[in-house]
């Protein structure tokens, strides 16, 4: 099969289009078509090997997965002999997870990592949900404890997550104030947002505005700044997913870390966020997005030849909500 790999940390210009042998379903596994898969800070970051601390789990001198990308959407061409809950033809979407390997033409995906694609979303779209989506539901409704009423706040609105968290949070039941730049102020606006602060002109945490729950993406500002823009009684949730600049030894993790030092301290709930794919997350996205409560916004398409332009688009910071790879 055709497949994006990986030999080195670096650069885009170090993925290649090559053919490598397909994969083969284990006893849980299900073979899947790829049609359709989604890029992720995540794998700009497993791309440059950053932060470096990453490498201790990563590889330390090269990465140990050959193959990039987590998001997919496809049709199911194999199971194993234990596989019970997917068959043969299916449409599905999910998410590899750090196995990886879903910018090429087959991957092999855990039983309990696919779930059923919506069936009112093209392969493209259903691509651009699973880990964005994940992390948007995990942040606000399972961390965040978002109830009807809140006051919500979202730092990233207009990325992968943000754009998906809005659309969530709304749908949870929340006023939200999404945070991004002057051009995508529209966009978040679209999406359902109750209040948007251009970040290039406004300070969020200056504003007299208190929110229950401040949902950070991006890692740019200091806990005393976050904390300033909660309620009393707040929730902090960090969420260090974004792509940032300069090869670093922690990047974002020290923010994380220094949060979860300071959490006990504090009146404020500060609590940290990593994504992990489940059957049950997918299946709640799937709900929400066939009862028109959510929908993907995708930025850009790409064949999968040319997944290190996508890339080199991704770290930019010109993207904004998803990149999308067909297959």
């Known amino acids: 099969m055709k497949a994006i790999v990986q030999d080195r940390y670096g650069p885009p210009e170090t993925l290649t289009l090559a053919d490598v042998a397909a994969p083969v379903p284990g006893a849980n596994e299900v073979l899947v078509r790829i049609e359709a898969a989604a890029l992720n800070a995540y794998d700009w970051h497993a791309m440059r090997g950053d932060p470096r601390l990453a490498r201790l789990a990563m590889g330390r001198s090269r990465p140990r997965v050959r193959i990039r990308g987590r998001d997919f959407a496809g049709r199911v061409e194999a199971v194993g002999a234990d596989v ?6 299916d449409a599905v979407f999910g998410d590899l997870g750090e196995a990886n390997g879903a ?3 087959y991957a092999c995906v855990p039983e309990t990592s696919v779930a059923p694609k919506p069936a009112n979303l093209t392969p493209q779209q259903a691509a651009a ?3 964005a989506g994940i992390t948007a539901l995990m942040g606000l409704r399972d961390v965040g404890r978002v109830e009807p009423g809140h006051r919500v706040l979202i730092n990233g609105a207009s990325g992968g997550v943000g754009t998906l968290a809005v659309q969530l949070a709304k749908a949870l039941g929340a006023s939200v104030t999404a945070v991004c730049s002057t051009r995508n102020v529209d966009l978040v ?6 209040h948007v602060v251009d970040y290039t002109r406004e300070d969020f945490t200056r504003d007299p505005r208190r929110h229950d729950v401040l949902f950070d993406l991006v890692g740019n500002r200091s806990l005393t700044a976050l904390r300033r823009a909660l309620t009393s009684t707040g929730t902090l949730v960090l969420s260090g997913g974004g792509v940032y600049r300069g090869g670093s030894l922690v990047g974002p993790v020290w923010l994380i870390a220094r949060g979860r030092l300071l959490a006990p301290f504090v009146r404020h709930r500060i609590v940290t966020l990593a994504a992990a794919p489940s059957r049950e997350h997918l299946d709640t996205l799937r709900t929400h997005v066939e009862a028109g409560r959510l929908a993907p916004v995708i930025d850009r398409t790409y064949p ?3 997944v290190p332009q996508a890339i080199r688009y991704l770290e930019s910071e010109h993207a904004r909500a998803k990149v999308v790879i067909t297959v």
Not at 189 to 194: C, E, H, I
């Open 129 to 131: 949900l699973p880990l």
């Open 189 to 194: 606006r679209s999406l359902g947002a109750d």
């Open 103 to 105: 910018f090429a033409e």
């Open 304 to 306: 999968l030849h040319e």
């Open 84 to 89: 019970r809950q997917v068959r043969p033809g």
